[in-house]
């Protein structure tokens, strides 16, 4: 099967294409919409080529990415969820078309206890939003692995993220222990882009941080 229509049929079976986010979160929020502005900034900006926004990724896309196509999984209906999804871009050739990932993005919050404070209770234990964000880099890593780009993006906000807290030291093998708050690309060992302000981010940084990002890899095919 060609990877166009490959591509549209892992639409198809994961909700045709169709764009839903988790509600309530005010991070995810801000993520979801910017990618929607930087969809709509490219389709602007490069009319000639044709692009395409995937929120459920199921299973299989992981393991075909890197060659294990004897791989089942044990549920059919398993799918990865990243909060902003992934944007694709499709490239004509003269013996057909590939499609080609260029930007993949979540959002996490974490942490409640700065309003528990105020409001005069307990401080309750960190969640563990970060250790589910590891799962989640490892298949994308599987996705990316063919190319030479791992456009892959964390926007993380809430007080569990302020300055001393172990959450932090968590989080650099992420980077492999080099600088957060940094945009990395074309790093050979695919390094997560990942962004930490506890008090929150403005939606033009997001969407700005993003849509150079994807405009960097579009040049790259």
């Given at each position: 099967?060609?990877?166009?229509?490959?591509?549209?049929?892992?639409?198809?079976?994961?909700?045709?294409?169709?764009?839903?986010?988790?509600?309530?979160?005010?991070?995810?929020?801000?993520?979801?919409?910017?990618?929607?502005?930087?969809?709509?900034?490219?389709?602007?900006?490069?009319?000639?080529?044709?692009?395409?926004?995937?929120?459920?990724?199921?299973?299989?896309?992981?393991?075909?990415?890197?060659?294990?196509?004897?791989?089942?999984?044990?549920?059919?209906?398993?799918?990865?969820?990243?909060?902003?999804?992934t944007i694709?871009?499709?490239?004509?050739?003269?013996?057909?078309?590939?499609?080609?990932?260029?930007?993949?993005?979540?959002?996490?919050?974490?942490?409640?206890?700065?309003?528990?404070?105020?409001?005069?209770?307990?401080?309750?234990?960190?969640?563990?939003?970060?250790e589910r964000?590891?799962?989640?880099?490892?298949?994308?890593?599987?996705?990316?692995?063919?190319?030479?780009?791992?456009?892959?993006?964390?926007?993380?906000?809430?007080?569990?993220?302020?300055?001393?807290?172990?959450?932090?030291?968590?989080?650099?093998?992420?980077?492999?222990?080099?600088?957060?708050?940094?945009?990395?690309?074309?790093?050979?060992?695919?390094?997560?882009?990942?962004?930490?302000r506890p008090?929150?981010?403005?939606?033009?940084?997001?969407?700005?941080?993003?849509?150079?990002?994807?405009?960097?890899?579009?040049?790259?095919?």
């Open positions: 099967m060609a990877q166009s229509d490959r591509l549209r049929e892992i639409q198809r079976n994961s909700g045709g294409g169709k764009t839903t986010y988790a509600e309530g979160e005010k991070t995810e929020t801000k993520v979801a919409d910017a990618v929607q502005h930087v969809m709509k900034t490219l389709k602007k900006k490069y009319p000639d080529l044709e692009f395409d926004h995937m929120k459920r990724h199921p299973k299989r896309m992981f393991s075909e990415s890197i060659g294990a196509t004897d791989w089942m999984p044990s549920n059919e209906k398993s799918f990865v969820n990243p909060d902003g999804g694709w871009v499709k490239k004509v050739y003269n013996d057909g078309a590939t499609w080609y990932p260029i930007l993949t993005s979540e959002a996490k919050k974490q942490g409640t206890n700065d309003r528990l404070i105020k409001e005069g209770m307990k401080r309750q234990a960190q969640g563990n939003a970060i964000a590891y799962k989640n880099i490892e298949e994308f890593r599987c996705l990316y692995e063919r190319y030479n780009w791992f456009p892959y993006f964390i926007f993380c906000e809430g007080c569990d993220f302020d300055k001393g807290s172990s959450i932090l030291d968590r989080m650099d093998a992420m980077t492999r222990y080099r600088p957060r708050n940094t945009t990395y690309l074309f790093e050979r060992h695919q390094l997560v882009s990942l962004y930490i008090e929150g981010f403005r939606p033009e940084f997001i969407y700005n941080t993003m849509l150079d990002a994807a405009e960097k890899i579009l040049t790259q095919i």
